[in-house]
């Protein structure tokens, strides 16, 4: 595996690499990266997987001075996984003049949901995405439907924008007890990771009540909110919307996706389900 | 020259192009164009121009729907000058949702000189600057010097978002009596284009000025704007500005450019001169 640090030395290797797939991360690498790393193999013959720790994309009060640095097990795991390229641009590669000018500008969706909470966050991560797209250009893009907000926000913006890349989602990878792999698991306690799996748990029971044909999103939100509520959670937010466009879902949708964001102690979860009734 | 008017074709060209030259255009053309094609052809062994009267940046008010559309006489010219493609989109291929949710959004200097009287302008521009790059993926593109805040824009843009286009800017044409070529000068009555060259014999009056010492940069914008107000003129600005940050020039600047724009009737003319003191 090739490690490149540099713009100009990237944008060399890739004039002669043929079909590229790409997946952008911010390193601390798990289970479920290394899924996206595996569709991406499926996808090109030549896969370029980048670790930048994107300031733009964290607020105030949120924790980019704390973000785990692990690069020698994050490479090591990139190896093993054979990946071709490890693109690892520092700030003064991708942020020259330290501020970023120049901004991609989601629409209101960026202020919904996790956006809600995380002001300025979805258009710091279109900016840093967009910049890794125009540095690496990618045929291909792999992203996780962890983070379903923010695959939403790429798909679309590559649509709005007319990025040639097609992008690809990847299924959640997740503990045996349901807790959907993510970095932020490595902040928990012993019995906050006892307790975390909750989360996933009743959004599956509203799977099961959406399946079964309940429409009544206003309590099933309600009824998740109260159970993590009652064993210690702080809900963000659960919600029941589109699942093609996150818009507010109405009653009888065919396609919806169930999202929630909740904190337990210091560590922020999200997670999300897919429904589709046919 | 090939006409192509969908964006799968025009990929479908760019695949076996090798190196590409573009120019876009709003159409309307006159031989300010023609010498931006002309350093296109020197730049690259293919020239994609394109023409599209983009609704973005046309504020309230502002003559979007009146712009001249002269497709005929345009393709024309360009099939004269030896451009390869014309890349001719409609409405329906760049805005397939009507509205562009997704926009490049430019600091502060958008706000500034042309952007204080053109709200949104410049965001328009960079959007949609950003979706032809994305589509053409040119080596190089051409932009004209008269319209020098949107080519500093747009180097800005390049250079903050990583977008592997080199940008080359063009001398401005102007008549034999000094007034730059416009396709707005068209709007002009007999009497108002034989006072036109005005505009630019004050900016070249400031030249003068500067380049014999002189830094008193406000009393020189005040008397340029006199001289234009008391022949009729109503003048947006007249300004002295860094010419590679154009922020605010402070006295003894070795490289500024005078920009000016002010309306005779209905028509807003803008013109610029650039000096260099060594």
Redesign the interface.
């Known amino acids: 595996m090739e490690i490149i640090r540099t ?1 100009a030395d990237m ?1 060399a290797w890739r004039k002669t690499a043929g079909r590229v797939a790409f997946v952008p991360t911010m390193g601390n690498l798990h289970a479920g990266h290394l899924a996206l790393v595996r569709e991406a193999r499926q996808q090109a013959s030549k896969v370029v997987v980048s670790i930048f720790v994107n300031r733009l994309q964290f607020g105030q009060g949120e924790d980019f001075g704390a973000y785990p640095r692990t690069f020698e097990a994050d490479s090591q795991k990139l190896i093993d996984a054979g990946v071709d390229v490890l693109f690892f641009p520092d700030e003064q590669a ?1 942020y020259p ?1 330290v501020k ?8 209101h969706i960026q202020n919904e949901l996790c956006g809600a909470f995380r002001p300025g966050h979805f258009r710091g991560v ?2 840093v995405v ?2 890794l797209f ?2 690496v ?1 990618p045929d291909v893009a792999c992203f996780g439907k962890k983070d379903f907000q923010q695959l939403h926000i790429i798909r ?2 590559v649509a ?5 890349i097609e992008i690809k989602g990847v299924d959640t990878g997740r503990a045996e007890d349901g807790l959907a792999l993510s970095s932020r698991n490595g902040y928990l306690s012993p019995a906050e990771r006892a307790e975390a799996p909750r989360l996933f748990h009743n959004l599956d029971a509203i799977r099961q009540r959406l399946l079964a044909g309940d429409s009544d999103y206003a309590g099933m939100e309600q009824a998740a909110r109260q159970d993590l509520e009652a064993h210690g959670w702080q809900v963000d937010y659960i919600e029941v919307r589109q699942a093609d466009t996150l818009e507010i879902a109405h009653a009888g949708e065919r396609h919806v996706v169930v999202l929630a964001a909740a904190r337990l102690g210091k560590t922020r979860l999200i997670d999300n389900v897919d429904v589709r009734r046919d």
Chains 1, 2 share one sequence.
Do not use: G, H, Y
């Open positions: 713009i944008r991708l003049r970023q000018d120049f901004n991609v500008e989601p629409p279109a900016t967009t910049k125009n540095i250009e679309a913006m709005d924008l007319d990025v040639d």
